[in-house]
Each structure stands twice: as structure tokens, then as C-alpha cells.
């Protein structure tokens, strides 16, 4: 499908959704992509790119940045408490602040560095018990833990159960954007991203539509 349609489509959708050109950010999901596609999506102007695995990202994107100048590098994948100080150094954003020790480490850090990535607390929407993220019942309680914490929280996302519409899903994660004031929405990916804009998403994820299908390796860190 490539990048062209893909941003073809997202501007459609804001359009339809009668929403104004560039409402919408396009995270391009680059994990487990060979590097010349990597390059070739920079090389066509792109510059907000998504990751799952922070070893994987710090071994690519300071050598990309350094070739291509400022690229906004997202953390979409779980993100380990011991992986923290690594992550807010080498993240633009952190879509996954799914429990209460990630917080309390992310706000230590935002206090000694005196900055924070933008920040989305990761809501399991479905309550799927092997999914990550916070329950809808707790999120009023860890927001306001967060802020107790000083921790800037930006926005939600969601991972809609695979088996399910997904339109249930995004209309709950924006009610509850709205019910808390805040304003960043992360959600939405290849198979649905047109329904989440249609639902306020500031923020979609996609991948395999623009680089192709992914060739996982027995193990990534």
C-alpha cells in the first residue's frame, strides 16, 4: 500500500470526520523493519516513526537522526521500569504508562531531567486479562495518582480487543479523554485507523500497510 496512500486515506478521514488537514499524526511503526525501508520512508519525508523495543530503537535511531536531522521517535510497545532512563532519553513520547511503578519511575525522572516525553496512559479497554494497560474502572484513581506525582499525562491509548469492533473501543477511550481533559488520543492502526480519526484520534498507528508485512526474529529485546 506505501506511505502516499496511507496519508491519501488520513487525510480523507479528517476530511470526512470534518476535521482540519493535519489534525492527525501518522506514526509510521517501523519495529522489525529492515533498515531500507526505514530509510525509504525517511528518504519520502516522513518523520514521526513508532517502536516497540527499546534496545532495538536506541541501535537504529541515533545514526537515522544523525543521517536525516529531527525525527520523532514513538515508544508504543510495553516499556519495562528498568528500561525507563534509556526510553525518556531516546522517546519523543511514551504511549504505554500502563502502572503505577512505570509512573513513579517516569516522574522521578521528569523531575531530575526537568523534561518528560509526551505521555499516554495505555487503557485496556477490553479488559482482556493478557493485555497491559490500566483498567477503565481504576483510570480516575492513576490519573490523579500521576498528577500527585507531577507526571504530565497528555493523552490515552487503547489496543481494541482483536476479535471485536473496534469503533466501542475508540468511542470509550475518547469519553474518557473528555472526562478527564485531556486531549491526545493514540489510537487506531492498518485495519481501523479511519474509524478511530472518525472518533477523535490525535495519533494512529501503522505499520505493516506502509512497509510491508514484518519477518519477526525468534526473539527481540
Known sequence: MGLAEITQRVRAAEQAAGRAEGSVTLIAVSKVQPLDRVV???????????????????????????????????????????????????????????????????????????????????????????????????????????????????????????????????AMLAAMASDHGLTSLSMGMSSDFEAAIAHGATHIRVGSAIFGARNYPPRAG
Open 40 to 170: 525509504a520512508v525517511l528518504e519520502a519525508g516522513h518523520r514521526v516513526f513508532g517502536e516497540n523495543y527499546v534496545q532495538e530503537a536506541a541501535g537504529k535511531w541515533p545514526g537515522l537522526r544523525a543521517r536525516f536531522g529531527p525525527v520523532a521517535v514513538h515508544m508504543i510497545g510495553p516499556l519495562q521500569t528498568n528500561k525507563a532512563r534509556l526510553a525518556v532519553d531516546l522517546f519523543d513520547a511514551v504511549h504505554t504508562v500502563d502502572r503505577p511503578s512505570l509512573a513513579q519511575k517516569l516522574a522521578a525522572l521528569a523531575q531530575s531531567r526537568g523534561a518528560c516525553p509526551k505521555l499516554f496512559v495505555q487503557v485496556n479497554t477490553g479488559k482482556e486479562p493478557q493485555k497491559a494497560g490500566v483498567l477503565p474502572g481504576d483510570l480516575a484513581g492513576f490519573l490523579a495518582d500521576c498528577r500527585t506525582m507531577d507526571l504530565p499525562i497528555n493523552g490515552l491509548m487503547c489496543i481494541p480487543p482483536e476479535a471485536e469492533d473496534a469503533t466501542p473501543h475508540f
